[in-house]
């Protein structure tokens, strides 16, 4: 599967934007979709993920309360919405597929889509 992330850009603390994750193929359905994350000269991390049918949702604790996770599997897409931004969410962040609900590590995610940069200004 081949995954395109998009919507990234600049906001202002306390603001919101909404990621997208086109993916390629007539599988998507059948893959756990993930978000991770990389702030400069940091590792990348775990953000959300989300299972095949979209009914259960997975997020790291900094981020719980203020982002969502969500799927279309008609169009092929997840989607991030992420509200109440603060500067340290700022980072490329990356949609990615894997076979595997509940993991968090970047070892079970096979697929990555190319990375979208989110800036918040404080």
């Known amino acids: 599967v081949q995954l395109q992330a998009s919507g990234g850009g600049l906001v202002q603390a306390g603001g919101s934007l909404r990621l997208s994750c086109a993916a390629s193929?007539?599988?998507?359905?059948?893959?756990?979709m993930g978000w991770f994350r990389q702030a400069p000269g940091k590792e990348r991390e775990f953000v959300a993920a989300?299972?095949?049918?979209?009914?259960?949702?997975y997020y790291a604790e900094s981020v719980k309360g203020r982002f969502t996770i969500s799927r279309d599997n008609a169009k092929n897409t997840v989607y991030l919405q992420m509200n109440s931004l603060k500067p340290e969410d700022t980072a490329v962040y990356y949609c990615?597929?894997?076979?595997?609900?509940?993991?968090?590590?970047?070892?079970?995610?096979?697929?990555w889509g190319q990375g979208t940069l989110v800036t918040v200004s404080s």
């Open positions: 990615a597929a894997s076979k595997v609900f509940g993991m968090t590590t970047i070892s079970s995610y096979a697929y």
């Open positions: 989300i299972s095949w049918s979209g009914d259960s949702t």
């Open positions: 193929g007539r599988t998507f359905s059948t893959y756990v």
